[in-house]
Nanobody, 124 residues
Framework: QVQLVESGGGFVEAGGSLRLSCAASDYTFSTYGMGWFRQAPGKEREWVATMIWSDGSTYYADSVKGRFTISKDNAKNAVYLQMNSLKPEDTAVYYC?????????????????WGKGTLVTVSS
């Protein structure tokens, strides 16, 4: 059973930074990509960023482009999300997810495995 464990969430003032981590374990299949999604209270879960495992290509939602950076550590099977210039509207539970195949990177139904999330709260 694949396990994804997020960490690094917390409380930060607007303009601050946080770094989220996601460690993946107990899987043997090839990973096409790992991504980050977030879900704010009362809203649907939305795509934030994805990294393609083979070549390190990165893709971002417009709302975070230029502020967030996704990166990986192959040896640790880990993916990170550096979040800078945080805004109150970034407040959400952040989830990492794994996908085995290419397709619509923003489509959450194409990610097969999910972590339980880590809460990020940004105060104004």
């Amino acid at each position: 059973q694949v396990q994804l464990v997020e960490s690094g969430g917390g409380f930060v003032e607007a303009g601050g930074s946080l770094r989220l981590s996601c460690a993946a374990s107990d899987y043997t299949f090839s990973t096409y990509g790992m991504g980050w999604f977030r879900q704010a209270p009362g809203k649907e879960r939305e795509w934030v960023a994805t990294m393609i495992w083979s070549d390190g290509s990165t893709y971002y939602a417009d709302s975070v482009k230029g502020r967030f950076t996704i990166s990986k550590d192959n040896a640790k099977n880990a993916v990170y999300l550096q979040m800078n210039s945080l805004k109150p509207e970034d407040t959400a539970v952040y989830y990492c997810a794994v996908r085995r195949y290419s397709g619509g990177l923003w489509r959450r139904d194409e990610y097969e495995y999910w972590g339980k999330g880590t809460l990020v709260t940004v105060s104004s």
